[in-house]
């Protein structure tokens, strides 16, 4: 069955550095985008960053951008989410997503990770 196993979230200070990795199996992630979201408490979900499945169009939160970077390794079954500067607003806990097409455009997302925690703190 279709799976998504994140991990490498954790407690960074701010300013500080995390990788995020999105583990995929069940499925040939080579023919789907994948999505980024994050989850704070008391707050709606919402969209962090998307890729492509060829990794040729990557989208980005305004609030992220200049900060993350995604990526895939389809040889590894892997999306990384690259996250740099961090801030406390960061904080949240970040899911990853398989969506239903190979873009990041006019697509729904029906299989979900378990989510890891990200915690911005000093």
């Known amino acids: 069955q279709v799976q998504l196993v994140e991990s490498g979230g954790g407690l960074v200070q701010p300013g500080g550095s995390l990788r995020l990795s999105c583990a995929a199996s069940?499925?040939?992630?080579?023919?789907?985008?994948i999505g980024w979201f994050r989850q704070a408490p008391g707050k709606e979900r919402e969209g962090v960053s998307c890729?492509?499945?060829?990794?040729?169009?990557?989208t980005y939160a305004d609030s992220v951008k200049g900060r993350f970077t995604i990526s895939r390794d389809n040889a590894r079954n892997t999306v990384y989410l690259q996250m740099n500067s961090l801030k406390p607003e960061d904080t949240a806990v970040y899911y990853c997503a398989r969506a239903g097409i190979g873009t990041c455009h006019g697509t729904s997302y029906a299989y979900w990770g378990q989510g890891t925690q990200v915690t911005v703190s000093s």
């Open positions: 069940g499925f040939t992630l080579d023919y789907y985008a």
């Open positions: 890729i492509s499945y060829s990794a040729g169009s990557t």
